[in-house]
């Protein structure tokens, strides 16, 4: 049955000049850096308040970049409808992150600013993102911060009542400010307390336990959706001038990652058929500082805040013997000596030691490992050492509390005092789930997949290459290259969603101010939702031979183990091979109990996976193509002689943005130059 | 080890429901309790019945979405986690384990052990903001200073995750830990003063609305939170409440 939930109806729609679907242009403005969004700003086209009043905007995803775009379309007047597939907003995934959020504010007076933060970002991306988007990312980046305390998002301070900054990976300065170790939690709820306000005016309607299954295009533009509600199993259909997608990354693709269950590509999947570029996808970030796998029954792994790595220092033993004495439990990490340890971030980076960016630090553990140091069961797992910071602390404590000769005994409990006050929370999580005291016994970490960077591709006003189809935060390719820098994803989030494409939306909707409201009732719509009745029909008429986490882990080991941490050329024929044929597997065998018109999380999940199983092609082919090696990206016959990455500027300097033309496999590279007329490129170097 | 289970069971929201016993062999104990019930599912998925549906999303702790009744107790015997924190070394070889949804008329179940907690939103819905636009330009962050102390109370009554688990604990299924929860963290800080009058009203109204019981200060939402939300939110509402009904 057809439900129609538009606001009011149309018989014939006043149709405006139909686009054409656009070249990679990046529409980045002309002029000097600093002034490019000052000046965009004042020429674009806007919207008056009465005519907002008439345009209906879709927001997909609920998190930080899909909430704080919801919250503030709506503050500017557009009637917006959210949708999330979770049983409230306020659940999405930017809630996990919980190290910080990046800002130039420079209140440390370390000598931060807008540039710098501009800089680290741009290399900290491996010289593969634009110059201007990264710069309006730094300049917008304040804005955050005076936007979130005025909501009272309650961030860490001093005993001045001032804010409290702390410092990541792969810079030199103190700007990440954090709310302990919830940062995303707060500001999530601080943009969800933003959507409540405009619910309760009426200007959102907030739609949730429903999933997008399609994009669709009238003329050629995005101008709504196909959702199922999770409950009922109804198939509707949503209309409205503008498609906003902020449905995050694509790291569950690899099964085990520090994503949330629900995690997926299927809305930014959908609009890659219907004609939106996917740039770059194989640019995906592997984060250090995980708790290692410890078996079979793994569901997912959890993140240790990468802030543990400004006082943890990170090792394996130096001699092989004594790694392997660990791993069969006949020695404990203790009672190695110092000098028979080995600091390997320190040894090869001193310049950052162990705050090198997170692609160095992951790749520096898992060469270890495979070289045979590691020291868990499985050979997988690094040290992330406490004690010479709690000593550190506990000296420095016993002082200023008056205490000159105090014993060893006494200055590590004041330690593990000051480390507790820092990371509490951290410790007790790692405990809850190792069963290991972290205080007593060096924690255990490994990397694992945390973040893409790839994504839609979008343009300077974080349009897709569909006309009025928008992608903000991860669900775009746009602001960290081939490499994020930590605490950079809540910072892109909020930009987006706060400060720019409330804006730049407005370009493109000043052309629909006479449009009128967009029927439901075409032959667009009746297409569409055909198309998922037929698939969702498909699926459920499977042969019944194996669950659909069956095929999610078998997706997960491929990519885990040809399009991982390091990449060959070998191995990426053999995953695209691979992922082709269980695709083909899935679609005759899945099993999935129950029915459609109901609750039913194995067609949820289902459905999911089966995009999941067409991009890991797609991303196979992306990781072939590029034959360099740059930030989260390595390719293995690409690398120094010290195994450092090689990049190659001269061919690959480029975003790669594929576009669909049916398989996977037959989908059309489109290149974007990439550049530089600011930063001159250079190898990137931590030591 | 092996396990008994009573789960209850329940196809939607206008069907009854029953508990239904499971047995289920091979559980390790360094799973997590969800990974036991991902488990049990496979089985039930090979022998062609329909799964358990339960909610859960992050399973690190974070996200309140899972939300799972365990032999009478809100997110299990072990204190300060949710279920997906929850791990099998917290059981033993032969236990039975009673697993049941959140129990409260403001929380139907809409499945098996998923719950309908749209009622909190709407509680957040009816107050909990400052009534600031994300789209000016507010002053400068650091322009007023914020007492170390009162800012960390304020942000450790922001740590509610929104599971509902203080609801369950509840005798009188009372949401009154919920919403002091936010009318506290707003009620801190200087920038929630301007509207914490009319916002304590509006959010106990609401939460009245919803059909959540009294507080009657037994404290078993303290015990039951996650993430340790204090009673002392609540003397701050009923205060808040107090002072903002006389003021008029």
Known sequence: ?687 | MKLYLKIWRQPNADTRGSMVDYTLDGVESDMSFLEMLDILNEELISKGEEPVEFDHDCREGICGTCSLMINGQPHGPDSRITVCQLHMRSFNDGDEIVIEPWRAAAFPVIKDLIVDRSAFDRIQQAGGYISVNTSGRPVDANAIPIQKEKADKSFNAATCIGCGACVAACKNASAMLFTSAKVSQFALLPQGRVEAAERVQNMVRQMDLEGFGNCTNTGACEVECPKGISLENIARMNREYLFSSVKG
């Open chain 1, 1 to 687: 049955m057809k439900k129609i939930v538009s606001e009011t109806e149309v018989k014939s729609p006043v149709k405006t000049k139909t686009p054409k679907i656009k070249e990679l242009v990046s529409n980045v403005p002309s002029g000097p850096l600093k002034d490019k969004w000052t000046k965009h700003k004042d020429e674009i086209d806007l919207v008056n308040p009465a005519n907002k009043r008439n345009i209906d905007v879709i927001v997909i995803g609920t998190g930080l970049a899909g909430g704080s775009s919801a919250a503030t379309l709506a503050e500017l007047g557009y009637n917006v409808k959210t949708f999330c597939y979770q049983d409230s907003p306020r659940r999405a995934h930017s809630i996990a992150a919980q190290g910080g959020v990046n800002a130039a504010k420079n209140y440390q007076g370390d000598g931060d600013s807008v540039y710098r933060l501009f800089y680290d970002t741009i290399k900290g991306g491996d010289y593969r993102s634009r110059e201007g988007n990264v710069y309006r990312l730094a300049e917008v980046s304040t804005n955050i911060i005076d936007q979130c305390v005025a909501q009272g998002v309650p961030f860490a301070r001093e005993y001045g009542g001032l804010l409290d900054n702390r410092s990541f990976g792969g810079v030199l300065v103190s700007r990440t400010f954090y709310a302990k170790g919830q940062t995303g939690q707060q500001l999530l709820l601080g943009a969800y307390a933003a959507m409540n306000r405009q619910i309760q005016r009426g200007k959102i309607r907030s739609y949730t336990r429903h999933e997008m299954l399609d994009l669709v295009l009238v003329d050629g533009k995005a101008r709504g959706i196909i959702a199922r509600n999770l409950v009922t199993g109804e198939i509707e259909r949503h209309s409205a001038h503008a498609v906003v997608l902020g449905t995050g990354g694509y790291g569950n693709l690899f099964f085990l990652s520090t994503y949330c269950m629900g995690a997926n590509v299927t809305a930014a999947w959908k609009a890659h058929k219907r004609g939106a570029f996917f740039a770059n996808p194989c640019y995906t970030q592997i984060h250090p500082t995980c708790i290692p796998v410890s078996g079979d029954h793994q569901s997912k792994l959890t993140l240790m805040s990468e802030s543990l790595r400004n006082d943890g220092r990170i090792w394996v033993p130096g001699k092989k013997e004594d790694a392997i004495a660990i791993r069969e439990g006949r020695l404990k990490p203790t009672e190695i000596p110092e000098e028979d340890r080995d600091y390997y971030l320190e040894r090869r980076y001193p310049a950052f030691g162990n705050l090198v960016p997170r692609d160095v630090a992951s790749r520096a553990a898992k060469e270890r490992c495979d070289a045979g140091y590691g020291v868990n069961k499985t050979g997988e797992a690094v040290y992330l050492d406490f004690d010479a910071a709690i000593m550190r602390y506990g000296r420095e404590k016993a002082l200023t509390s008056g205490m000159k000769d105090a014993d060893d005994l006494t200055i590590r409990k004041l330690g593990e005092k000051v480390v507790e006050a820092k990371y509490g929370n951290l410790f007790q999580m790692y405990e809850k789930i190792v069963d290991q005291n972290p205080y007593k016994t060096p924690m255990m970490i490994y990397p694992a997949v945390h973040y893409t960077m790839g994504g839609l591709w979008v343009d300077y006003n974080l349009m897709t290459s569909i006309p009025g189809c928008y992608a903000a935060g991860e669900a775009n390719f746009s602001d960290h290259g081939a490499n994020r820098l930590g605490a950079s994803a809540l910072m892109q989030g909020l930009a987006d969603g706060y400060f720019v494409l409330p804006y730049t939306i407005g370009d493109y909707l000043s052309d629909d101010i006479r449009t009128g409201p967009i029927s439901t009732e075409s032959k667009e719509f009746d297409d569409a939702e055909k198309g998922v009745r037929e698939r969702i029909q498909k699926l459920m008429s499977g042969r019944g031979i194996h669950s659909v986490d069956y095929y999610h882990k078998k997706l997960g080991k491929i990519m885990w183990n040809k399009c991982g941490m390091a990449r060959n050329e070998n191995g990426l024929l053999e995953a695209m091979k691979e992922i082709s044929e269980l695709r083909q597997d899935f679609w005759e065998n899945v099993k999935i109990p129950g029915n459609a018109d109901g609750k039913n999380q194995e067609l949820e999940k289902a459905g999911r996976v089966a995009d999941f199983l067409e991009l890991g092609e797609l991303f196979a082919m992306d990781a072939l193509h590029r034959n360099e090696s740059c930030g989260g990206h390595f390719r293995e016959e690409y690398q120094t002689p010290e195994g450092e990455a090689l990049r190659d500027d001269e061919n690959f300097k480029y975003v790669a943005a594929w576009e669909h033309k049916g398989k996977p496999s037959d989908s059309k590279l489109h290149k974007e130059d990439l550049i530089y007329e600011n930063i001159e490129l250079k190898t990137r170097s931590y030591k």
